[in-house]
């Protein structure tokens, strides 16, 4: 009886240390979209030292634990295994300390899910933790030798090794409750959005998803009653969140943001919302690495097509794309469903300030606008001019749609202008695809004193990672400063950079932003200006 008092004992100790060491893995598999696949595939990134901080974890304790053993030996295996516990624990404990240094970039949010994946991960680790004490236990009974009992707990220090695959074992029997769940969860929220007379608009591409939607919202707002899935909510869990909300009652319009990662995304989120209108921004490489060519990423944005009832607006460029796969795509008596942007007709002038946008829109049909925004680049006339197309559809007059305009804030961490202390801050951390980032460095182009960009690269973009990553670098040249974040992933960034006629005094390479972020403390001053572009996530 005391041998088990004392074996729950130490699991529970034990428990409570492995997972408040790891407890910022959660935040990184809720990042992952508690997908298994994607977590396993960023703990094996040769640039990803989490599992090699693991190792040591178990090495220093492994190694402490048997030279204690072995020093108090004399006193008696009992004794000397007691002692032993002590170095153990310690490095547990410094560990633990050491990894609140390392705080995650996107917080974790707690949701009922993490609170129950994090039961079920505690729940695990205590099991795992009695089951191999005890099989050591007994080990050391079967092998009747003082030598063997002195080290007989040994190959415990090995268990933090374990630990995120015990979280990857937890998350599968959590999904066991959850996935049902998420189902009846989104079946209810169909069933809601049948019941409801709302109008639908759906926004689908590979970039400016959340800045379209949050311009439509602007328009649509003029006239409409209208709610949008909140950030970047663009699963089929996330639109049946913003549905089943409080604030969807009586609402007029409903814009839904859908992402996708595979094949059959947006017909699964076509099934959900069934969207009155759609806007198609565009594509581009971003997701490659999920989907493996951007053929596959066009057929699988242009499920929004066949899932749309009434009109879909299609940006720039994309008519020449989805023609030569129509077809199979779109039925030929549903060709007319599609209109497409022309931007030189629609923004016959745009003026790119620093600090703001003004151009002239020019809609089918009406009168020209002329109108000012705070959102800058070119880009982000073209999604204006996006939402207007879809506006107008809709039967906004130019006096609403201009109103609209006017009423434009930026979407937080997407080309964001922020002034601190005379400097001026472009936050884009949020982007990643090629097409915005060169319309971001672009923007930090027209700031008149000293222009500075930190970045580690681009992601998701599969085999294309060395070609887009140069030709970004390429852009660069000619800054007062470039800092890129990381080792292994800014490697095409600084080949280009350097191939295209940079100058290697004004490159440095840091190894987290965390470090670029102390390089900029002391080095800025009022006048300059800064875009941070595609801050990583914690789990890329």
């Given amino acids: 009886m005391g041998d088990v008092l004392s074996r729950i004992a130490a699991c ?76 153990f624990l310690f ?8 990894d609140r240094k390392y705080a995650l970039k996107v917080p974790l949010t707690v949701t009922g ?49 374990l630990l995120p695959w015990l979280l990857v074992s937890a998350n599968f029997l959590d999904s066991l409750y959850e996935e049902p769940r998420n189902r009846k969860f989104v079946k209810r929220a169909g069933q809601v959005l049948n019941e409801s007379k709302i109008l639908r ?52 319009v409903f814009i839904a943001e859908m992402g996708a990662r595979r094949a059959g995304d947006i017909a699964e989120l076509c099934t959900l919302v069934k969207p009155d209108y759609a806007v198609f921004t565009g594509v581009c490489a971003q997701h490659i690495e999920t989907f493996g060519s951007e053929e596959n990423v066009l057929l699988a944005k242009c499920e929004i097509l066949k ?35 022309d931007f030189d007709a629609l923004l016959p002038e745009v003026e790119l300030r620093a600090d703001a946008t003004s151009f002239t829109l020019r809609l089918p049909g009406k009168k020209e606008i002329r109108a000012e925004t705070c959102l800058l680049g070119r880009h982000s006339a073209e999604n204006i001019a996006l939402a207007a197309l879809l506006a107008a559809e809709m039967g906004l007059t130019e006096e609403e749609i201009a109103e609209g305009i006017a ?50 690269g681009l992601v998701e973009t599969g085999i294309l990672d060395e070609k887009l990553g140069r030709e970004l670098g390429a852009r660069l040249v000619g800054l007062d400063l470039v800092i890129l974040v990381g080792d292994t992933l800014v490697g095409a960034v600084k080949a280009g950079y350097l191939d295209g006629g940079g100058a290697e005094e004004n490159l440095v390479v840091c190894p987290s932003l965390e470090k670029a972020k102390e390089l900029l403390s002391g080095a800025l001053s009022a ?8 801050d990583l996530p914690d789990a890329w």
């Fill in 12 to 87: 529970v100790a034990c428990t409570c240390f492995f997972f408040l060491g790891t407890f910022k893995l959660l935040g990184v598999f809720q990042q992952c979209g508690y997908r298994a696949g994607r977590f396993v595939r960023w703990l094996r990134r040769r640039e990803n030292l989490y599992y090699n901080r693991l190792a040591l974890w178990s090495g220093l304790a492994l190694l402490s634990t048997a030279l204690v053993s072995l020093c108090f030996s004399f006193a008696g295996t009992k004794t000397a295994l007691l002692l032993s516990a002590v170095p």
């Fill in 91 to 98: 490095f547990c404990i410094l560990f633990c300390v050491a």
């Fill in 113 to 161: 899910r993490i609170k129950r994946l994090s039961a079920v991960y505690i729940l695990l680790i205590a099991c795992v933790s009695y089951l191999v004490i005890a099989v050591l236990a007994f080990l050391g009974k079967v092998f009747d030798s003082e030598l063997y009992s002195l080290f007989q707990f040994l190959p415990f220090a090995l268990m933090p090794l």
């Fill in 201 to 252: 608009v759906a926004i689908v591409g590979s970039y400016g998803k959340t800045s379209v939607k949050n311009i439509l919202q602007s328009m649509l707002s003029v006239r409409f009653a209208t709610i949008a899935t909140p950030a970047s909510y663009n699963t089929p869990v996330g639109v049946a969140k913003a549905v089943t909300g409080p604030d969807f009652e009586g609402k007029e």
């Fill in 307 to 341: 899932g749309t009832a009434r009109k879909v607006i299609c940006g720039g460029g994309l008519r020449e794309k989805i023609l030569p796969v129509s077809p199979e795509i779109l039925p030929l008596s549903d060709k007319e469903k599609c209109v497409y942007a």
């Fill in 407 to 456: 009423k434009i804030v930026p979407v937080p961490h997407r080309l964001q202008l922020i002034e601190s202390g005379g400097v001026h801050i472009l936050d884009d951390s949020y982007n990643s695809n090629p097409e915005g980032a060169a319309e971001a460095v672009c923007a930090l182009f027209r700031f008149p004193g000293r222009k500075i960009v930190v970045t580690p």
């Fill in 527 to 534: 006048g300059d200006a800064v875009l941070f572009l595609n």
